[in-house]
């Protein structure tokens, strides 16, 4: 029997990752996405230690790493007054202490490096203008159109 794909609900950084994930581990899987083209807006985005460790993973993590920008702390600030309430330094014992930096990328960089390095795992496909229905028990909106999919022989 034909494997069956995993469906992955939004195209955005949890959906693109997870298919390169999978695609990772050999399965298939078809990404439904609501916009019309796939992409990604906004500004800068904080990438953790612990998700340099996710990316490094999933083989975009050196890619990340050229387009970063390092910030030297963190810093939590008073709204009302403006004064810093604390800061953590990001230095490298920071660096040595979790093994990976803290760094600040644009979310356009993520949002490619994930695409970039899922399409030629040839194992994920993306439906743009496809929303995925929740409602109650879940449903699969266009599902004749998944149904031609998965029954196809043709790797998706
Ligand atoms: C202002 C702001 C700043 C942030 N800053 C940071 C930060 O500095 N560091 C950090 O780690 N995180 C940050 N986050 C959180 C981070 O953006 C999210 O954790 C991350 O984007 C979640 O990924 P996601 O794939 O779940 O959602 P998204 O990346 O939002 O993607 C969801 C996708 O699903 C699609 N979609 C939605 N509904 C449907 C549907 N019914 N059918 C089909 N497709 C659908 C959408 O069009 C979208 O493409 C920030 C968030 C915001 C709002």
Known sequence: MAEKPFIIAGGGIGGLAA???????GKHSLVLEQAERL?????????????????DFLGIGGALRENAVYIDRLRLMDALSG?????????EDFRERFGNP???VHR????LALLRHAVPAERWKCEPATRFAATGRMKI????????????????
């Open 102 to 104: 803290y760094a600040v």
């Open 141 to 156: 909106p266009f599902l004749s159109r998944l149904r031609t999919v998965m029954r196809s022989k043709e790797p998706l």
């Open 19 to 25: 298919a390169l994930g999978l695609a990772k581990a």
């Open 39 to 55: 992409g990604e807006i906004g500004a800068g985005i904080q990438i953790a230690p612990n998700a340099f460790n996710c990316f």
């Open 83 to 91: 004064e810093e309430i604390c800061h953590i330094p990001l230095d």
């Open 108 to 111: 356009a960089d993520l949002h």
